[in-house]
């Protein structure tokens, strides 16, 4: 490429995989399953308290991330407090019950822009893969999704030991494709994780932001993944 990238990495959850057909639908079938069916307002009560607990984890000590017996634990408890909200008895057994469901390649989909832009980068050359702060199973889902014709590499920071923001998981992803950093651009939805994650290894990052919530960031980005890559070919993307 003229302008020196060779080589994209995406973050996967909220970038390249959402839920399907979403979270709550997931918890409202193995509920039924278990013979409860919630109101719409327990239930969402229930994922907020879990929302508040993955918070309250990451921020004091996100290291569960490297480890997946510590990653599906924190996911198992997250569900058990939903399942424990909406009056579930046996929660930590439903909880885990949750945790094995987003294990399947059927529990995921992917956003309507991520095959055009993996299509096109492709076509122009780019070396492409994934580098996320997630559990064992994401180079399996990745494959069911049909990502595998398009990646070079799946890392996972469970399969790794190591999470973004440290620059080393980077690194490893820099090495799996035999380029420099300022030869790889990063995309991921997380200012923290991906961003300063992208910059400790000096690699370029992009902030993906589908909801316009992020307010003055010192970073290039974007809505869409489809704007992807033209910032690419034109190599118009802040350090």
Same mark, same amino acid.
Request: proline fraction near 3%; include cysteine; glycine fraction near 6%.
């Given at each position: 490429m003229?302008?020196? /990238?060779?080589?994209v990495f995406f973050d996967a959850g909220n970038t390249l995989l959402l839920p399907h057909p979403s979270v709550e639908e997931v918890c409202v079938e193995v509920l039924a399953g278990h013979g409860y069916h919630p109101s719409t307002a327990d239930l969402q009560r229930g994922l907020d308290r879990a929302e508040r607990y993955y918070e309250e984890r990451y921020w004091s000590d996100d290291? /569960?991330?490297?480890?997946? #017996?510590?990653?599906?634990? %924190?996911?198992?408890?997250?569900?058990? +407090? *939903? %399942?424990?909200?909406?009056?579930? !008895?046996?929660f930590p057994a439903v909880g885990r019950q949750l945790y094995d469901e987003?294990?399947?390649?059927?529990?995921?989909?992917?956003?309507?822009?991520?095959?055009p832009t993996m299509h096109e980068l492709h076509a122009m050359g780019m070396r492409m893969g994934i580098v996320s702060n997630w559990d064992a199973r994401l180079p399996g =889902?990745? &494959? &069911?999704?049909? =990502?595998?014709?398009? =990646?070079?590499?799946? @890392?996972?920071?469970? $399969? +790794?030991?190591? @999470?973004?923001? !440290?620059?080393?998981i980077f690194y490893s992803a820099l090495s799996r494709v035999d380029v420099a950093p300022h030869e790889a651009v990063h995309v991921g939805d997380h200012y923290y994780a991906d961003v300063l994650g992208a910059r400790a290894a000096g690699v370029y990052p992009v902030l993906l932001d589908r909801g316009?919530?992020?307010? $003055?960031?010192?970073? #290039? *980005?974007? #809505? #869409? =993944?489809l704007d992807l890559p033209e910032l690419v070919l034109s190599g118009s993307i802040l350090p």
């Open positions: 003229k302008n020196g /990238f060779k080589a290291t /569960f991330w490297a480890s997946e #017996t510590e990653a599906a634990a %924190m996911w198992s408890e997250m569900y058990a +407090l *939903v %399942m424990e909200e909406v009056g579930v !008895e046996s987003f294990g399947r390649g059927d529990r995921w989909a992917l956003y309507p822009d991520v095959l =889902l990745c &494959h &069911h999704l049909g =990502l595998s014709r398009y =990646l070079d590499f799946v @890392i996972s920071s469970a $399969n +790794l030991g190591r @999470i973004k923001p !440290e620059a080393s316009e919530w992020s307010s $003055n960031p010192d970073c #290039t *980005v974007i #809505t #869409t =993944l």
